[in-house]
Structure formats: C-alpha cells, structure tokens
C-alpha cells in the first residue's frame, strides 16, 4: 500500500486525521507551508502514533514541489485540507482566497492525472448549503448559496471536482462537508491553534477560561431558535479525523464523486456550549449579549445518515468530552508559550 498525502497535514484537522491514519496502520506525507501552523506539530503526531510521518513544507499550488512529493513517495489518494478558511478575512482578501484555494485544488489534480493517483478526498463545509437549505442538511440538497468567498471557494472546487471525475472515470472524489469541529487529541498534545483574536467559539471560550480575555461575547440573543443564540452542530476532531478513514476506504472501492455531512446530527445552542463548558471543566465562561454577526445563520445541523448508512461512520464523542479536550489543550498551549 503506497501513502497517503495529507496537504494541510500540519493544520487542526489534517493533524489529528494524520494521527488517526497512522494508528490504522496507514502511511502518510504531511505537505504544509505552515501558513496556519507550526512544524513542530509533525513531530507531535510522530509522538502521539509511535511513528513519525515525513513532512514537507511546501505551497499546496506548486506544482515542482508537489511532483518532486510524488516522485519521492507511492501517493495513492490525496486528502486536501490546505487552504485559508477564515469566514470574515476571506471577504476582506477575496482575491487570496480564491487564488490559495482554487491554485492548490487545480495543482494536485494535475499532478496526481500525471502520476495515476485517482484518489481524492476533499475538505468542504456546510458552509456550501447556504441560507435557503432547511435544517437538517441533507447532501441532496442544492448547495452553492454561499454567503462569503471563503464558501464560494469550497463550492467552486466542489464543481471542478465533479467535472474531473465525469470527464475521468478512473478518478474516485470525496466530498466531505464538515460541520463545526472542535475539541483535540485527548493526549493534549495537538489541537487548534488561532492566531490573534479567535473568530470561532471554542477557541474565545477556551481562552476566556484561562483569562487571556474577559468575557465571552454572544453573537445575537434574539434569533428563532429554543434560547434565541445560534445553533451548530459541534463534532469532536477525532471524530471527524476518524471519518476520513472510512472515506479513504471508501474511495478504494468507488470511482466518480460522493458527498458526504461528517457531522453528529444534533445542533447545540451558543448558550448550552457555554453551559456545557463550564459543567465539564469546573471553568465559569463570563459572557455578555452583543449584536449578531453578520452572516451568521440561525441554526444548523447534519443529517449525518448517509455517512452512517455508507461508510459505517458516526461520531461518537459527546459535548462535554469536546469540552474537556479543548480545555485540556488550551491548558497545555499556554504551557508551551
Ligand atoms: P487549519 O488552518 O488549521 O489547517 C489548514 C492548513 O493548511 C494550515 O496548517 C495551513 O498552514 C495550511 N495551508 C494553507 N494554505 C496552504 C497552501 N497553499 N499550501 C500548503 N499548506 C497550506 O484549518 P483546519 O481547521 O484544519 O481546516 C482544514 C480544512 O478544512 C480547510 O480546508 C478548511 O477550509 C476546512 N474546514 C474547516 C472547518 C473548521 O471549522 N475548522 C470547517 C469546514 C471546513
Ligand atoms: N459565536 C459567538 N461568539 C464568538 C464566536 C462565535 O457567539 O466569539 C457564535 C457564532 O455567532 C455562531 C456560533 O458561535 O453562532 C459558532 O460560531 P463559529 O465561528 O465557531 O462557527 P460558524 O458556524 O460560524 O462557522
């Protein structure tokens, strides 16, 4: 069996799904240009595995760097998680977004059609379902009603995807749309690392809790939802991480392209993480009312029955062991600074 290539291997989901590949007995190569992490992450998931993964820094949308990869290892399916997501900066930057996101996506096609790799797992988001999908999202849902560039980017290489694999019937494509993960290794030694001020919730509460902010402030109390806050459907990493392993495998023996929720199914109001938080880890989170975000929709949440159904996979972990690894790990990033 060749390996595995994780771009955005050293970044918060593609880390953990290399830890999970790699106690599953896969090989794989990290590629990252550390835009949005630390090298020292690849020896932490050696650590953490027993086994240390190659990394090479390297830009996703470089095409000499991506064959010299190729070259170098047996790549046998590509799991792209490369690529700038934050929401808010991606329509101050459009332009970077589109460039960073569709390059990278464009350049590791080409080059796996070069080497016969025919095996490519994608990262998307629910960001794709837009404003008019009712809840709970289904993967036959039309998607593409995006509010920002940052999803727009995520539907566009959703589409060239699906044009690569109808114009190649050899090209088996997975299509991942992930709901909100948060939480981290339980060994505390990987997890999210935001630079700056977090934009996510788990992040602010984390670091509200450890005092490094005052208060956390609540996008909005006056949406049409049970306590008026928004609601998500919160996953565990690990649990993601592990969805990417029943993708693979599904991969092998499928051709053409499958959407997929990696979500829990089940959506948890701002207010009710905030309460969770503070159950699981005996940390108060101050937090005060503040308007709503702009872009922010009121509630969603998967319809996670497909990936059950299909790749045998269903996230396993509860709220509060997502709030006990992300307070474990926020304590142990404050210790490493
Ligand atoms: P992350 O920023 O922690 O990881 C992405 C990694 O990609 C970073 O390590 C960054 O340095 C690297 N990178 C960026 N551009 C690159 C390039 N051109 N070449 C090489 N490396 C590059 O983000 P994450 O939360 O781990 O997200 C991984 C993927 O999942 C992203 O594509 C993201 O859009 C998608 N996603 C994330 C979420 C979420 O809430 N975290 C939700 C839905 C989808
Ligand atoms: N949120 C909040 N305060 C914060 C950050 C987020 O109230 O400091 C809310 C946000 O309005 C949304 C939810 O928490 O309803 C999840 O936001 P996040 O940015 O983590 O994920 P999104 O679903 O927006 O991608």
Same mark, same amino acid.
């Given at each position: 069996?060749?390996?595995?290539?994780?771009?955005?291997?050293?970044?918060?989901?593609?880390?953990?799904?290399?830890?999970?590949?790699?106690?599953?007995?896969?090989?794989?190569?990290?590629?990252?240009?550390?835009? *949005?992490?630390?090298?020292?992450?690849?020896?932490?998931?050696?650590?953490?595995?027993?086994?240390?993964?190659?990394?090479?820094?390297?830009?996703?949308?470089?095409? @000499?760097?991506?064959?010299?990869?190729?070259?170098?290892?047996?790549?046998?399916?590509?799991?792209?998680?490369?690529?700038?997501?934050?929401?808010?900066?991606?329509?101050?930057?459009?332009?970077?977004?589109?460039?960073?996101?569709?390059?990278?996506?464009?350049?590791?096609?080409?080059?796996?059609?070069?080497?016969?790799?025919?095996?490519?797992?994608?990262?998307?988001?629910?960001?794709?379902?837009? %404003?008019?999908?009712?809840?709970?999202?289904?993967?036959? =849902?039309?998607?593409?009603?995006?509010?920002?560039?940052?999803?727009?980017?995520?539907? =566009?290489?959703?589409?060239?995807?699906?044009?690569?694999?109808?114009?190649?019937?050899?090209?088996?494509?997975?299509?991942?749309?992930?709901?909100?993960?948060?939480?981290?290794?339980?060994?505390?030694?990987?997890?999210?690392?935001?630079?700056?001020?977090?934009? *996510?919730? =788990?992040?602010?509460?984390?670091?509200?809790?450890?005092?490094?902010?005052?208060?956390?402030?609540?996008?909005?109390?006056?949406?049409?939802?049970?306590?008026?806050?928004?609601? @998500?459907?919160?996953?565990?990493?690990?649990?993601?991480?592990?969805?990417?392993?029943?993708?693979?495998?599904?991969? %092998?023996?499928?051709?053409?392209? %499958?959407?997929? *929720? &990696?979500?829990?199914?089940?959506?948890?109001?701002?207010?009710?993480?905030?309460?969770?938080?503070?159950?699981?880890?005996?940390?108060?989170?101050?937090?005060?009312?503040?308007?709503?975000?702009?872009?922010? &929709?009121? %509630?969603?949440?998967?319809?996670?029955?497909?990936?059950?159904?299909?790749?045998?996979? @269903?996230?396993?972990?509860?709220?509060?062991? =997502?709030?006990?690894?992300?307070?474990?790990?926020?304590?142990?990033?404050?210790?490493?600074?």
């Amino acid at each position: 069996m060749g390996s595995v290539l994780l771009t955005g291997g050293t970044g918060f989901i593609g880390s953990h799904t290399a830890v999970e590949l790699l106690l599953a007995g896969r090989d794989v190569v990290l590629l990252d240009d550390l835009s *949005n992490s630390e090298a020292g992450v690849a020896e932490r998931i050696g650590r953490i595995a027993g086994r240390q993964p190659p990394f090479v820094r390297a830009d996703a949308a470089d095409r @000499r760097a991506l064959r010299r990869v190729f070259l170098d290892w047996d790549i046998e399916a590509v799991v792209h998680f490369a690529g700038f997501k934050a929401v808010g900066e991606s329509a101050a930057r459009p332009l970077a977004y589109y460039r960073n996101n569709l390059d990278s996506a464009l350049s590791l096609l080409e080059t796996m059609a070069e080497f016969g790799c025919r095996r490519f797992i994608f990262s998307s988001s629910a960001t794709v379902y837009g %404003e008019r999908c009712p809840v709970p999202y289904r993967e036959d =849902m039309p998607a593409g009603d995006c509010s920002s560039p940052y999803g727009r980017t995520k539907y =566009m290489i959703e589409e060239i995807l699906k044009d690569a694999a109808a114009a190649d019937g050899s090209l088996s494509v997975v299509l991942l749309r992930y709901f909100n993960p948060i939480g981290a290794h339980e060994s505390g030694l990987i997890g999210e690392k935001p630079s700056g001020i977090p934009n *996510n919730l =788990m992040p602010y509460i984390t670091q509200v809790a450890a005092g490094l902010r005052p208060r956390l402030n609540v996008f909005g109390n006056d949406y049409p939802t049970r306590d008026g806050t928004c609601v @998500r459907d919160y996953i565990h990493v690990t649990d993601l991480a592990r969805g990417h392993l029943a993708a693979l495998g599904f991969a %092998e023996a499928h051709r053409g392209t %499958e959407i997929f *929720n &990696l979500g829990t199914g089940r959506g948890f109001s701002v207010l009710e993480v905030v309460r969770a938080f503070g159950e699981a880890t005996g940390q108060p989170v101050p937090f005060e009312f503040a308007p709503r975000r702009p872009g922010d &929709l009121p %509630e969603f949440y998967a319809d996670a029955s497909k990936a059950e159904a299909v790749l045998g996979w @269903r996230a396993e972990k509860s709220l509060a062991d =997502m709030c006990r690894d992300s307070w474990r790990w926020q304590q142990n990033a404050l210790k490493q600074d």
